[in-house]
């Protein structure tokens, strides 16, 4: 390789005004590529020279991406499809493929990789419609290093590399993938901070209710995947090739972790370098593992760090003795995926569990002094809209200090997605359809409502929530007067809805009603299986 070469430019398109429209100049998180990040740090430990262009963090548009990647000339372009949560993904696929496009015009002979979740949903598909060269089936570690190598030679033979899609003559042509990055810790110990602008991230707005500077922060995972199966999830949609790889069951989903030691010495890191104290653990499901979560809960203590960090539970996954220490530790915020106020619709969607244990577990959250997130979902296939009215009053009853409401979207990668096409769903017709707050959000209906009522009713609720005087008053009470301003001046943005307008014509259809459930597998919860 010559000294001035470089191998890989990682690519994390800007998408903020698409997805969030007048909420994201302000109020939306601007959060480090943590996937761009880990695969930056795999790569180099293979001897790969990297750069990350964080478009979303630096507000560049696609025609300048491009001519950024034009005057770096890497020997490979990938484009990472990742967002803040796994849904994001699809979100953000518009504006990655016109990063695609905006690299052909500007340079054509430059290789052009997709990776992502939603790209390993639709790896085809994904080929087929944008104009890059090739797609990574899985998540793309080995992918991208081999592609690498591969291109440097003077006959690329592109069939030796792992999970890979491409073009062979007019002909699509895939690989088997390699079984998933087992020992994290050695292969990619943590996020490439030092390729990134750290100064630009910021935290949600909630994150720091109370008068909390939103900047510096960051986000890290310290583990991958999740072993449950919730029929609107699609987590393990880059993982299910390289399980596929490993021998891994269909019906058993990987969850892999770094050690404490490791995942402290990122923390060390952001905390000592860039002064980072509001700190996001990104993991789908952290709070599961006890000798896990207490383990990194230690190190902290240890160290004596004033952190503001939060991280996603489920409702029965927290096990006495995690809590006090979760404080401790600077954890003043849990997000909890409540989904629905009636059991038949949670059951329904694989999320089992009974009414009065959501209330004991938030008031065991709360009494520790952590402030809770609850997660809300309008229109799964069992809702109507009276089960919609029970979510919001469950909502209400709650009170948690910020609750997040969304509409049921058919994910790529999701067993709903694959009911929907089975079922001749409409879908959205660009992928910022799938985004909850952009305009053209087309959610799923369900088996007793139309997707214009969903996305009605899920606007309505935010509305009614954060207009709520007793939501008002707690806030008032538990972070002043300040933040109750805040709140009004959230509440006070409007987005605009292309179905509620009438300029998204789709029909008023809904599910079958008819006793089937998503072909996830049903009412098991398995073990997980760990990887390192």
Not at 340 to 366: C, L, M, P, S, T
Request: proline content about 6%; overall charge negative.
């Amino acid at each position: 390789m010559a000294a001035t070469k470089l191998d890989l430019v990682l690519i994390n398109p800007g998408s903020r005004t698409q997805v969030y429209q007048s909420l994201g100049t302000k109020l939306a998180a601007v959060e480090n590529p943590v996937w761009a990040g880990l695969m930056a740090a795999f790569c180099r430990g293979k001897g790969l020279a990297v750069e990350i262009i964080d478009a979303e963090a630096e507000e560049l548009t696609a025609a300048e991406v491009a001519e950024r990647v034009e005057d770096c000339a890497p020997v490979l372009a990938v484009v990472v499809v990742y967002g803040h949560q796994p849904s994001a993904s699809t979100q953000i696929m518009t504006a990655s493929g016109l990063v695609c496009t905006a690299i052909k015009e500007t340079c054509p002979a430059q290789p052009v990789l997709l990776v992502g979740g939603h790209v390993a949903a639709l790896p085809e598909r994904t080929l087929r419609e944008e104009d890059a060269d090739f797609v990574a089936a899985g998540e793309g570690l080995h992918t991208l290093v081999d592609l690498v190598e591969t291109l440097k030679t003077p006959a690329p033979e592109l069939a030796r590399v792992p999970g890979l899609w491409y073009w062979d003559e007019g002909t699509v042509r895939s690989t088997p993938d390699r079984p998933l990055v087992a020992d994290l810790d050695v292969e990619m110990a943590g996020v490439a901070w030092d390729l990134l602008p750290m100064e630009r991230y910021r935290a949600h707005n909630w994150h720091c209710l109370g008068g909390r500077e939103r900047q510096p922060y960051a986000a890290l995972y310290t583990t991958l995947g999740c072993p449950y199966h919730c029929s609107f999830c699609c987590i393990q949609a880059p993982f299910k090739s390289g399980e596929s790889a490993a021998g891994i069951k269909e019906s058993t989903n990987s969850y892999r972790y770094w050690n404490p030691d490791t995942v402290i010495d990122q923390i060390d890191v952001l905390v000592n370098k860039y002064g980072v104290r509001n700190l996001k653990i990104a993991d789908e499901m952290f709070v599961l593992n006890r000798k896990h979560v207490l383990g990194i809960c230690d190190r902290i203590i240890e160290r004596g760090y004033d952190l503001n960090i939060w991280a996603y539970t489920r409702v029965d996954t927290i096990k006495d003795g995690m809590l006090d220490k979760l404080k401790a530790a600077g954890f003043n915020w849990l997000a909890l995926g409540i989904e629905a106020g009636a059991e038949r619709v949670r059951a329904n969607v694989d999320k089992g569990f009974a009414q009065d244990e959501i209330y004991k577990v938030i008031a065991r959250i709360r009494d520790e002094g952590i402030n809770v997130i609850g997660n809300y979902i309008f229109g799964l296939p069992e809702d109507d809209l009276e089960t919609m009215q029970s979510t919001l009053d469950l909502a209400l009853d709650l009170n948690c200090e910020f609750a997040n409401f969304y509409s049921t979207m058919a994910y790529p990668g999701s067993p709903l997605y694959t009911l929907a096409v089975r079922q001749n769903i409409p879908l959205p017709k660009r992928w910022t359809g799938y985004a909850q707050h952009s305009a053209d959000c087309l959610p799923l209906p369900t088996r007793y409502v139309t997707a214009r009522e969903v996305v009605g009713f899920r606007d309505q609720a935010f509305r009614t929530y954060y207009t709520s005087q007793r939501y008002l008053d707690m806030v008032e009470e538990r972070f002043g007067a300040e933040t109750v301003a805040h709140i009004k001046q959230m509440t006070s943005y409007h987005l605009n809805r292309d179905l509620l307008t009438g300029k998204l014509d789709v029909p008023a259809m809904t599910l079958p009603r008819e006793d089937e459930r998503p072909s996830s597998p049903a009412n098991r919860q398995p073990l997980p299986v760990a990887l390192g």
